[in-house]
Nanobody, 118 residues
């Protein structure tokens, strides 16, 4: 059973920073596109950022310049550094591991709450 273990959420004041982490198995991590998605109350889930196995990144317009996604291949961990947090960043953040092609998969973490107080 594939597990994505998230950590790092919490409560922070607007303008502050948090770093989310997501660890998984090496066999999954080394070939997957890893990503962070979020879902705020009453809203649809949205992509925050993704990073491919060759470190190509993509960001939602709303977080560009404030959030940075990175991966540590030695630790099989993907990070989301969130700076200059805004109230509207409040959401449950989910880690995702995805692989397309002949044997696709799409795995999700349990979610971690990020709350930004205004």
């Amino acid at each position: 059973q594939v597990q994505l273990v998230e950590s790092g959420g919490g409560l922070v004041q607007a303008g502050g920073s948090l770093r989310l982490s997501c660890a998984t198995s090496r066999s999954i991590f080394r070939i997957s596109t890893m990503g962070w998605y979020r879902q705020a109350p009453g809203k649809q889930q949205e992509l925050v950022a993704t990073i491919t196995s060759i470190n190509s990144t993509k960001y939602a317009d709303s977080v560009k310049g404030r959030f940075t996604i990175s991966r540590d291949n030695a630790k099989n961990t993907v990070y989301l550094q969130m700076n200059s947090l805004k109230f509207e960043d409040t959401a449950v953040y989910y880690c995702n591991a995805e692989l397309s092609g002949s044997r696709p998969y799409n795995y999700w973490g349990q979610g971690t709450q990020v709350t930004v107080s205004s």
